[in-house]
């Protein structure tokens, strides 16, 4: 496995205006790394910043302070068009919506972000599509709209068109919150099977402890502050 690093924090702080022109520290500092292959796991209470951690790393917000390095590329001062092309061919993201579009069947969700990427294949990228749809069971779905297909499998569905593009990593936003036991269990094996198989590096934000020990690192976000989760260093 590579030692490549693919995300890195550093230093990064979030800030927000607060009542009385006060400003409050939602993330202080925190650096992170990544490298190719690894899983990392995020966890914490409700407001306590996971998503605008995960949200930052994955450009769609920008830190107070700090830097997010992506495959070795500063993020800092590049322009919007810049940073729409890195998250559309670099980063997969998987949130606890689907957000699939209703109209649009399964396959043709996993190959929207396909149209923005010049030059691409069509055959290519719908030979892709049905594979990895094929990978995660839903081959008898790929003309079924997301409201003819359950929960679990809409989500399933969201993972794939995460991946379609071959990111260097996958952002992962409670991507289990949303499903019942047996549903949640299964997208989890998924991710650890991705990662383990394919070696796609990924960073999952979660409220499951499960969820969370199936990855290589875990970390718990509270005031602010990284620190190890469940013992581990």
Do not use: W
């Amino acid at each position: 496995m590579s030692d490549a690093t693919i995300l890195e924090l550093v230093g990064v702080s979030k800030r927000y205006p607060a009542p009385a022109g006060l400003e409050e520290d939602v993330l202080s500092d925190i650096s992170l790394r990544v490298n190719a292959g690894h899983s990392v796991a995020i966890v914490g209470p409700s407001g306590s910043g996971k998503s605008t951690l995960l949200n930052i790393a994955g450009s769609l917000d920008t830190p107070t302070s700090g830097k997010v390095i992506l495959d070795g590329e500063d993020l800092a001062g590049l322009k919007a068009t810049s940073l729409a092309k890195i998250r559309n061919e670099k980063i997969g993201f998987v949130f606890q919506m689907h957000h699939l579009l209703p109209q649009c069947t399964v396959l043709e969700n996993v190959l929207i972000p396909t149209l923005a990427v010049q030059g691409r294949d069509n055959f290519d990228a719908h030979q892709r599509g049905e594979e990895l749809l094929e990978r995660v069971g839903l081959s008898d779905r790929i003309h079924y709209r997301p409201g003819e297909v359950s929960g679990g499998e809409r989500q399933r569905a969201a993972v794939v068109r995460a991946l379609i593009n071959r990111p260097a990593i996958l952002l992962a936003d409670e991507p289990t919150g949303s499903l019942d036991t047996s549903s949640a269990s299964s997208l989890a094996q998924l991710l650890v099977e991705l990662n383990h198989v394919d070696g796609v590096a990924m960073v999952v934000v979660t409220h499951s402890e499960d969820l969370a020990g199936r990855m290589q690192d875990a970390y718990s976000l509270r005031n602010g502050k990284l620190q190890a989760f469940g013992g581990r260093k």
